[in-house]
């Protein structure tokens, strides 16, 4: 598991196997209490993402043609308030979000080797 802070939120990337399908998981949590906000499990076989404002976790599917890595990351690039938003997060972003989702992409496209 590798962690990147932003601010008030932290990524937590991994490489996860579920059953017969598995891929990098992208977690957006609370830095300051943890709290899970946003998850996109980018599995070979079912692709998908969660929200969870307020304890209702909502599960949407990764539906658009090509990888689930990129597809959530350009999501994130162009409208990470917003999601944010959506799991109701509303504290301010500091700048460097360009720096840390290159990093998280990094680490979403190279699972550890041990």
Known sequence: MTTFDLGPIRFVVEHRAVGADGG???????????????????????????VDPNGNEVIQKIEAAGSPVD??????????PAYLARAGFTAELPGGQDAVLDAVEDALRNPPTS
């Open 24 to 50: 990098p998981t992208l977690r957006i949590c609370d830095g300051s209490g943890g709290r899970e906000l946003l998850r996109f499990d980018c599995f070979a076989k079912g692709p998908h993402w969660h």
């Open 71 to 80: 597809w959530t990351l350009s999501e994130l690039r162009d409208g990470l």
